[in-house]
């Protein structure tokens, strides 16, 4: 029997949980699921441009760990783009990140 996954973080809810390609009905297409935890490493990797080691960290996962599920997120969203399929993303085993984000301070003037 497989040992079960530890819930990894995860900062947000995506916005948008679907993608399929455009003018293509939804009932004539072959549909991948894109899991939770795969969503946020594609994110932490490519958007936020973490290293893996700092990426792994926000998830409370290891970096190798955090590789192979970049790896299957990357491969997914590959096949999908390739080959016409849509994506939806949903599941998972995670645990939705409830620390407050630091604020970012956009005034240049230390005493605004």
């Known amino acids: 029997m497989a040992r079960p996954h530890c819930p990894r ?43 893996q080691i700092d990426a792994a960290r926000r998830m409370g996962i290891s970096r190798q760990t955090f590789s192979r599920i970049l790896a299957c997120a990357r491969q997914t969203v590959a096949t999908c783009m390739t080959q016409g399929m849509a994506i939806r993303i949903e599941g998972g085993v995670v645990h939705l990140d409830t620390k407050p984000k630091p604020r970012k301070n956009r005034s240049k003037d230390p005493s605004a």
């Open 9 to 51: 973080r995860i900062a947000d809810l995506p916005g948008v949980v679907f993608f399929k390609p455009a003018g293509i009905p939804l009932r004539d297409l072959e549909e991948r699921i894109l899991p939770l935890d795969q969503f946020e490493a594609l994110r932490l990797a490519d958007v936020e441009g973490l290293p």
